[in-house]
Each structure stands twice: as C-alpha cells, then as structure tokens.
C-alpha cells in the first residue's frame, strides 16, 4: 500500500485481489473476521484444498497465497470459500475485476483475467478536450436496436458515429460497474472493479474507450459509491461474516428507499477502498472522470429523502454525515491531481454549498452539479399546467438559478423520465398519437404543440444551461418506448430495454426532424462556446405575450410561447446587426417556415421615435411556438447606449 501523497494512497487495487508476477501468482484479500480462506474453483474441483488455503499475514485481517505460474490459467472461474466463528459461505473477491454469469444458474463467480494479447491503447494520453460538456449519457445494454442486450463492440461500432455526428463531445456510460441484477439499470453493484461482463470483455470496454477518444470525445462514467447491494454471495455485506466490514451496523445499515446497504465513510479501510476505486477506472480504462451517484443520500444521515431544502439552516443543522463529505472531498482531490483535467459531476439535488467548488478553495471538488430540479420543473409544467399559462419569468429564473461560483448541468430529461411509471416530455404531450401520428404527412393541434414544444423546451434548457447539457440516448429525436427491462412482469421481454435509431433514418417520420435540429442545436457549443460563457443576459420577458430574450456568448435568443399568437414587428430591446443562424420552425426540424432567414436585421427606432434619446430596438416576425437564435458582431442591450 502507497504512502505519502492521496493517489500513492488509492492503489488497494494493486495490493489486493489476484495479481500475476515473476513467480507466479498472488491473491491478497482483507476479511479482519475470517478464521480461514481457500481459492475454490474448476482447478480444485470446487473443493476446499490445502495448497489452495490463504494465509493470515498480519493482525490488520490481510491474507494472502501465493501460487507457482500453472496453478490457474486465463478463463479459470474462481470463488473464495470464507469461514468465520460459527460459519462460513462463497465470496466473490473484493477487487475482483472480472466477473461472468452462468447463463442457466445465474451465479456469478469471478474469473482470472490474463489475456496472451491485453489491449494496446491507440491513443495512450487522451488530451481532454478544453470545452463545456455537452453529454450523451448511454447504457451500452440497450444502444441496440435489436431486442437483445447490447455489447461494447457494438456500441463502439454503431452507436459511437451516431454520437459523434450529433456533436455531442461526452458521454456518460451507465451501469458499468458489475451489478447482479439488469434491471437495476447498475445502481445495485455488487462487485466495484469490475466492468460487467455482460456487455463483453475488459478489451472491449478499452476499445470503445479508445474508439471514442479517436473521435475527440471523453468519455465517464456512473460511478455508485453511494450504496452497494444487499446480495450476500456475490456483494460485500457480509464479506468476512459480519456485517460492520465495509457497511454501517445500526439503524443507517440499510438504505430505506432502495433496498441497499450504506457504506461506512468513517472507516479508513472503505475510504482506501473507494478511492482506490476511483483511480482504477481512471488508470485501467482510461475513463475521463465521473458522474457520482446519488450525492445526496450519502451526505445527510436521513438520506435527503422527504425534505425541502429551503434554507441555510437546512444545510447545516447536524443531519450532515461529515465522514461522507470528507470522503467526496478526498475524491474530488485525488481525482484531478492524479488526472489533471478528469471531470466529475454530482448527482446532487439539495443544493449543498461548496459542492461544486474548487478544493483549493474549500469546496467539496466536484466540476458540476447535475440541476436535478429542472426536468422536475419542466415535467411538473408540460403536466400539470396548460402553456398558456406559463410564467416566462419563473421559466427563465428557473432555468438559470445556481450560485455563482458552481457550474452546474442542466437536462430536460434523463434515463429517470423514460423509465416505466414515467414519461418523457414528447410522451406526456402526445400520448397515443406517438404511435399513429409522426407520419410527416400527419398534423392535428395535439402533434404540432408536441414537435413545436419539444424543440423549444431543448433549446431554452441548452442555452440557458449553468455550464453544462445532458441528453439521454434517444430523447433526442423523442423516442416512442419507456423503458422496461427483462423482468418476469414481462416475460424477461427486451423488447423496451432497446433504443430505435432506425427511426430516424425513415425520412417519411418526423423523428429525422428532431435528431436533426438537436444536432444543430448542439452546434452552437462547438461553434461559440455557449456553454463556456456563463453568463445569462436576460434582456427582456413579457408573460402577456408569453416572449423571452436573453443574451450568451454574442447570441441572441428569442422564444415566442404563445400558444396561437404570432407577432409582427416586435420590438426588442437589443442594438446591432443580426443575422439568423438557427430557428425552430425551419422546415428542416418539422417548422413551416415562416421567418425568412436570409435577411440581416438592424436595430432601428420607429418612425414615429426619431428623438434620439429613444432606444434602438431589433424588430422580428415572432410565429406562435417559435424560437429563434440570432448572431451579431456586438450586441448590447438598448438601455446601455
């Protein structure tokens, strides 16, 4: 084990679990409770033999074997037999980093991993591309289109272009770390060095890895810290035959709402554990950060869960667990000093002061903060109230609240919208019409509010974003199905736990319209670095007439809400020389075509307003459901002439 600084620290990786060299093999394994340990498996007949016995090699609770080169061979299955005052069981290793599952028993062991031919990384050093992220966050189980799970190889074959042309220049992999369970969606790990097998091989993973780096886009992960599963065999909660090892042991052990068990931040071995995890993913498989999940269970004692966070108070009134915080903290540092560069984002929806804050200046270290409320805004909005009456001026706040000094990541909608018991936002406008009417010959009032809305709720989310974007795969171009995966309810069906691209090839769907001004959209980082800029003008919002403007980075952003008015000649509040470069009613995106975007618009004061002391203003043909993006050399507000 390293000493010195905090990455020399995370390398339980190296030390533990079963490691080849010069003279053989060796397993090392911490169980400070167990009174005897075997290595078990196809090499000793599933029997516990003595040249296969561990031994304790200090009072810490280390073990350790050491075994001559032949004693187990690449593909060997292998478990650990652990006996315990008044019992024992099968444990899969702790740092196990491959695992597989037997297709008819569903038993997972773990397996030894020494290809003759490991991966050769084609790009060694990936240079982390300077620009806010704009993330398309997947789960490589359902990128397929076929009703199967999904493999790296395919992902990294058919998927990774579709990515690439859209512009998206992140993605965020869910549910890689090994979980027993698919339909977990990889929230209940059991083993946490482990790349699930059951999308492929440890070189397959490394391949779509590398693939994606080819194109200029880094790639991170769901990383779950905040819990582990309760499986006995296969997870860590009662590892060594007791259940304080990794764990709490009194009322926090398990978790309420997900049927989990809660680490134990306090304890040195856990935090060497999380943390050498951190930088496993990172050094092994050349991740380029993280997304941590579910922040807020692990920082307050009641897990978040049925609070408002309304207040300071609320924030500091001893419900805080201080051992979790300072292990974000640890993180947070190790991960950007051993990876300059590396990105980390909170899944964090209380709003904690100093999450998303530089540790060199206190914070807790994370990049960004995932902005849980805004689908909830927009969801509870397309819901529960008619969009006549929405208040663009709660919208706009809505939309661009956070603290200064926090970057935060803003989506209209995740993989937790899709999920059976939800719906997307395109779901919940349409309903049933999503299966009869996205003909592009269809129209009713239902259809148009739909592909109208679907476009300009993206757009304002975007461009309003506090540094960063986050779209799940498919949501994009409005995707039909919800999300269910193969459980007995459905007959173990994979037919919802896919996503179908080929709709959008179909040039006679108006899917094409929405996947092709997503990427437009999406343009307007790499092109201006919108999301860079994170300042917000707002310029100007008239609830009556349901108008928004605002100003980032040299653009400007005009959206009319209304649901039946158009307007003709309404005057903002801008001085300049405008030309359009995106709208949403393009015939392109499913629009009618209203604007003509082939004129240059001057800021002018009316006829009847020649008094030079009257403001300049931009005059626009504003159609009912629109929205319009505008780009000028120099724009400034009228007021500031």
Request: contains cysteine.
């Amino acid at each position: 084990m390293g000493t010195g600084t905090l990455w020399d620290f995370a390398m339980g990786h190296y030390h533990y679990g079963l490691h080849r060299n010069s003279n053989g093999w060796t397993f090392r394994e911490w169980a400070p409770n167990a009174k005897s340990i075997w290595l078990t498996g196809a090499f000793t007949g599933w029997k516990e033999k003595p040249e296969y016995m561990l031994e304790r090699i200090n009072d810490n609770g280390d073990w350790e074997i050491n075994l001559p080169p032949d004693a187990l061979l690449h593909g060997d299955l292998f478990k650990l037999s652990v006996h315990w005052q008044g019992g024992k069981g099968e444990r899969i290793p702790s740092y196990a980093n491959r695992l597989v599952q037997d297709d008819r028993t569903k038993i997972f062991c773990s397996q030894v991993w020494d290809p003759t031919d490991p991966y050769k990384w084609k790009i060694k050093e990936f240079k982390v591309p300077d620009i806010a992220p704009v993330i398309y966050e997947a789960h490589v189980g359902m990128a397929t289109e076929q009703e199967k799970l999904g493999t790296y190889r395919e992902f990294a074959d058919n998927i990774l272009p579709v990515i690439a042309r859209a512009g998206y220049n992140t993605i965020q992999l869910m549910a890689i770390q090994e979980h027993p369970f698919y339909g977990s969606f990889g929230y209940h790990v059991s083993s946490f060095f482990a790349a699930s097998s059951r999308f492929g091989t440890p070189e397959d993973l490394k391949a779509l890895i590398d693939k994606a780096h080819s194109y200029g886009i880094r790639v991170i992960m769901d990383l779950v810290h905040s819990h582990s599963v309760k499986n006995v065999n296969e997870g860590l909660g009662m590892f060594d035959g007791t259940p304080g090892q990794y764990f709490h042991t009194d009322h926090r052990r398990n978790h309420i709402a997900w049927d989990s068990l809660c680490f134990d931040y306090g304890k040195d071995k856990v935090i060497h554990f999380l943390l050498s995890n951190c930088r496993y993913w990172l050094e092994e498989y050349k991740f380029d950060g993280f997304r941590f999940d579910g922040i807020t269970s692990m920082i307050y004692y009641d897990h978040g869960l049925g609070k408002n966070f309304v207040s300071y108070n609320d924030y500091f009134d001893g419900n805080q667990d201080e051992d979790a915080l300072i292990y974000l903290y640890l993180a947070n540092k190790m991960i950007h000093t051993f990876r300059p560069g590396a990105l980390t984002i909170a899944e964090e929806m209380s709003g904690m002061p100093g999450l998303a804050t530089n540790t060199a200046t206190k914070g807790y270290g994370f990049d960004y903060r995932l902005s849980m409320g805004v689908p909830d805004f927009w969801i509870k909005l397309v819901k529960e109230i008619p969009d006549e009456n929405w208040d663009m001026s709660h919208l706009i706040h809505e939309l661009t609240q956070h603290r200064p000094e926090e970057k935060i990541i803003s989506y209209c909608e995740s993989h937790d919208q899709a999920l059976v018991g939800d719906k997307t936002l395109i779901f919940r406008m349409l309903d049933s019409e999503m299966y009869t009417g996205m003909t592009k010959a269809h129209h009713s009032f239902t259809m148009d509010r739909a592909i109208a809305l679907h476009k300009m709720i993206r757009l304002l989310t975007f461009s309003a974003a506090g540094g960063g974007y986050l779209n799940f795969m498919g949501n994009e171009f409005g995707h039909p199905e919800w999300i269910d995966f193969p459980r007995e309810g459905n007959n173990w069906s994979y037919k919802y736990a896919r996503r179908q691209w080929h709709l959008v090839g179909n040039k006679d769907l108006k899917y094409s319209y929405l996947a092709e001004f997503d990427r437009k959209m999406v343009t307007l980082q790499k092109e201006f670095r919108l999301l860079d800029d994170l300042f917000v003008t707002r310029i100007y919002e008239n609830n009556n007439d349901k108008v928004i403007a605002f100003m980032r980075a040299g653009l400007l952003f005009i959206f009319n809400f209304h649901p039946s008015a158009s307007f003709t000649d309404y005057g903002i509040p801008v001085s300049g020389k405008f030309r359009i470069i995106l709208d949403t009613d393009d015939a392109d995106f499913g629009g009618y075509n209203r604007i003509d975007r082939n004129v240059t618009y001057m800021s002018i004061r009316k006829a009847e307003r020649y008094n030079i002391s009257q403001p300049l203003y931009l005059y626009l043909y504003l159609p009912t459901r629109t929205a319009i993006v505008l780009k000028s050399e120099i724009i400034r507000k009228a007021t500031d002439l």
